[in-house]
């Protein structure tokens, strides 16, 4: 178990900002930090990072929380992994009791195929280096690819022994099960016992962002027509092939100080180029380009080169998914090397200044290639000329016209001249195609939000209309909540006739009346902190909270501006504040609906008082108390009226 000390010095050392952009390429923006969110697709930035507070939101998906929350959602790590990986980082020595036979089971089995893979890769890579066998094929193999020593150890190159059951009699000695290890793809039964899926096959370990090991591909060495040349790991939980890249761990820092990634098809593509020189590069492993691999590139940069070799005719089938990133506003260039050369040959060849000339002069938009390559295969067959008309349309309307239309007029009347069709009819077949993605976005939309409640907080820039009174006494959490924001972020602030605004809220909210389970303990431990220690604690305090469900929520009112859109102005006759007297009047609204709340318990009360009492001199002055109540709540409102409402609503 990782001790107290050694998770807070973590927490205290570790920066939201660094670390998160070791994933995003964060943009600064006022005092924080916006970026496209890495957990959801998205064209417009909703992504926030707030380094002062140490938190992160985002208003699309929701999601938000802590430097240590963000490390579990990205790479899908429990809280501990979470905690080593920070400590790793930042060359934290964490300092952990001992570890009981219970506890390294329980151990075992929270971080499953994350240890094992770990072991199978420096199992692999130990035998591809240390064996006889390993070096006499493997090695033999690896040097006859050209790949240096450094560059083996970079990808953490390995060897599978040929034996049938080598590995597999080594990881149950290591205490691996059958399940686990049949479910990460390494060994399987065929009646008569277990054998090694991987045997006779030199291994590439595959890293997610962050150096962790997902899953594996191995190539056979010797010809064997029954065995595909490739096997990849299956899909589990660790790996997932849509949503993985081969060689982003090693290739992320390039991306983004080039701002541009090269794409190639092969895990021996990119070592090579890496050896090379070329570091900005990944491989999709001979798939179509997908949402999810978008995703990851889109972290670092929006320039995106695809590098094949000169068959063009296989390319095309490879293009489809490239649709998807013209329509994520990516930069799509396409470069053919020379007939019969590949990345890995080229680059051995040629060298890094001759491949970076190369690509400079080739590069090609991925509409003009496809126009090319179409033209070609048409000839005159009216039928498939058609169906590449409708293709070329459908990539043009992919192409953002708000942030482009230059460009997308462009491809429009060199289109409609190579195609030798009328500019004005293509003008109207693009148009249509970005109607029915629109109403098919609307569509998928309208279901996701009849699926889900509303969000409680919008960006102070949203155009949302205030609410009476009365909704927003029904909003009874929101408005503990805002209490809790107020208490949080104001308490140590003076105020007149207090020692501070926390002195001045416990002096005159009822704890009691806060019904939210969660709100009430924050409530209760900012108290019993500035009992201990004279003041109240900071947001990051409760930021650092390892409750999930507590960080969300304080990312949710911590990451939101709170100043009011000049839109609200013109609309409700709002003010903006700025200083002491914006403070004081968060701190009097906050404190108005607890006021109001405690009036209208009292009122329902009297309610039920009055529809039993049978003595008139009692029901007479229960009336009166219930019209000072009315009074009092009257004035209350009207007082909350020149704050947040405009007057005369």
Known sequence: MISPASIQEVMSRADIVDVVGQFVRLKKRGINYIANCPFHNEKTPSFTVSGAKGLFKCFGCGKGGNVVTFVQEHEKLTYPESIRWLADFYKIKLEETERTPEQQQHQLAE????????????????????TEEGQTIGLSYFKHRGFRKDIIEKFRLGYNPEGGDVFYVSAKAKGYSDELLEKAGFVKNNGRGHFDIYRGRVIFP???????????????????????????????????????????????????????????????????????????????????????????????????????????????????????????????????????EDPDSFIQKSGASRFHEYVKEHKQDIISFRMEVGMKEVGDDPVKKSKLVNEIAESVSRINKAEDFALQDFYIREAARRLQVDET?????????????????????????????????????????????????????????????????????????????????????????????????????????????????????????????????????????????????????????????????????????????????????????????????????????????????????????????????
């Open 206 to 340: 595959i890293q997610a962002m962050t150096g962790r090991i997902v899953g594996f591909g191995a190539r056979i060495l010797k010809a064997n027509e029954r065995s595909p040349k490739y096997i990849n790991t299956p899909e589990n939980e660790l790996y997932n092939k849509s949503r993985t890249l081969y060689g982003m761990y090693q290739s992320r820092n390039a991306i983004t100080k080039s701002d541009e990634c090269f794409l190639v098809e092969g895990y021996t593509d990119v070592i090579s180029l890496h050896q090379g020189g070329v570091e900005n590069v990944v491989a999709s492993s001979g798939t179509s380009l997908t949402e999810g691999q978008l995703r990851l590139i889109g972290q670092l940069t929006h320039n995106l080169t695809i590098l094949y070799d000169g068959d063009a005719a296989g390319v095309k089938a490879a293009l489809r998914g490239l649709d998807m990133a013209l329509g994520q506003s990516f930069n799509v260039k396409l470069v053919l090397l020379p007939e019969g």
């Open 425 to 649: 009819r293509l003008v109207n077949l693009v148009n249509k195609y970005i109607r029915d993605r629109v109403d098919n976005d609307r569509k998928i939309h309208e279901r996701q939000e009849a699926a889900q409640p509303m969000p409680e907080q919008y960006p102070a820039d949203s155009e949302v209309p205030l609410p009476d009174y009365a909704t927003k006494a029904k909003s009874t959490e929101q408005q503990e909540w805002e209490l809790i924001r107020v208490l949080l972020e104001l308490g140590n602030k003076p105020i007149e006739g207090y020692l501070h605004v926390a002195d001045m809220i416990i002096g005159t909210i009822d704890p009691d009346l806060i019904e939210d389970e969660m709100a009430r303990r924050i409530f209760d431990e900012y108290y019993s902190y500035l009992a201990q220690h004279g003041t109240g604690p900071e947001v990051r305090h409760f930021a650092d909270n390892p409750d999930i469900a507590v960080q969300q929520k304080i990312a949710t009112f911590f990451s939101i501006k709170t100043d009011i859109s000049h839109n609200w102005k013109q609309k409700y006759g709002i003010e903006r504040l700025h200083g002491d007297l914006n403070y004081i009047i968060e701190v009097e609204s906050a404190m108005t609906y607890f006021e109001l709340k405690k009036i209208k318990i009292v009122q329902a009360e009297i309610l039920n008082r009055l529809a039993t009492e049978k003595d008139d001199n009692r029901v007479m002055a229960l009336i009166k108390k219930q019209l000072e109540l009315k009074k009092t709540e009257a004035e209350i409102l009207k007082k909350m009226g020149t704050v947040i409402v405009k007057q005369g609503r």
């Open 111 to 130: 971080e499953g195929l994350r240890i094992l893979n770990e072991y199978a890769a420096q199992y692999f890579h130990d035998t591809l280096l240390n």
